[in-house]
């Protein structure tokens, strides 16, 4: 019922509160990614965050200029939007700003969550507990191959390959002993990596190619493996000729009976890592103080996934810390914002619980599990993006509180609230359904 100038005046000064304190919770949740050691989430967030603030800007400048530019035009609604948002806005607001009328969706919405306020908290809660507790233990993947469409040449090349030979020959584990003054070329070395290639025949490993064992399989004696270890091209691939380590490193490459990408393929790895520290640290022994490094898909997933475990737990405690403080200094009600933190934890564990049944039941028994990415961005969104909806709420409650009491104001709240954050919701989810 005002003037167009003084409605958008009134309305920017009306959200800019929650909007900025919105945005800055996605924001700073983003800005958090930042601490992590992995490059693709340290790299994004802040990226990602930067991009919100030129949007938030955007919001309080471009749009209302838009809308004044736009004029009347901009009171159109469909019918639909018009029912899910309680009906006109003389019927939502009323023209002297008393409470909404029982007509529409929302009002309805806010009469029975008034009327039966435990119940439905206790029935939604016990639909989205048995997803819940499966949220803490969901299968992560990192098998890279498995993301792409199976029309791709390098997946029907891998497909091919694990048909026609051992899965294991796609990546081998690949060790690099460095030991100072290691004279492999001696025939002390040469027996030295010998006993090595020996010992490296762990549970999980079906053949060691080394010096003495160019082919795999155990090291031969007699003239047909002496032939093969001085061959030119073996020594090439096994010692190092870089004249600053010429004689102190040799090589090995581990043949697994597991998929290179899987996490039986890291556990074997670890096996190996432990035997070879044993060694390393036997005095008097051959190998007492030599370094042992590795390479390989395996050894880059198993890295790989130390690192994203470590930033899963340091990202999401320093979101919830960055997100509760924004919200205390907004709300200045800490019980209330507790409630609002533990409100979305329980949402994305329930959220991820059910993404997992999801694909489980959509995949059968080729399914591997989510994506390593997942866990952490989904986290981020849904506790930083979600608390956005409880700010909206959250801050509308306590303005019509002023007027209308505690539980009038919670009505009006809801009303006047609920065909937003739905459409937030839905806007949101779209963006995301595109990408499928």
Known sequence: GKP??????DSLA??????????????IGLGTMYFAQFGKFRNSG???GLCLFVTLLACVTLAPALLRAIGGMVHWRLPLVGRLAGGSNEQA???AGEAADSSGFWPRVADLILARPWAILTGCTLVMLPFFFLGFNVSITYDLISELGDNVSSKKGAALLRRHFDVGQSGPIVVLAHKQ???FDSAEGIQAIRDLTNSMYLEGIESVRSLVAPVGGKPKGGTAGLLAQNHRITREIYLSKEPALDGDVARLELVMGHDPFS????????????RLDEMSATAGSYWDGAEFVFTGTTAAIRDLRQVT????TRIQRLVVLAVLIILLILLKRPAVCIYLILSVLFSYYAT???TELWFQSAYGDTYEGLDWKVPLFLFVILVAIGQDYNIYLATRVFEEQKEHGMFGGLRQAIVQTGGIITSCGVIMAGTFLSMM
């Open 352 to 354: 991820i619980g059910a």
């Open 14 to 27: 009306g959200v800019g509160e929650a909007l900025a304190a919105s945005a800055f919770t996605t924001i």
């Open 4 to 9: 167009r100038d003084q409605a958008l005046s």
């Open 46 to 48: 802040p990226t990602i």
């Open 181 to 183: 003054n290691g004279d």
């Open 93 to 95: 607001t009323g023209s």
């Open 309 to 312: 475990t470590s930033d899963n």
């Open 263 to 274: 996490l039986d393929a890291i556990q074997v790895l670890e096996d190996v890592s432990d």
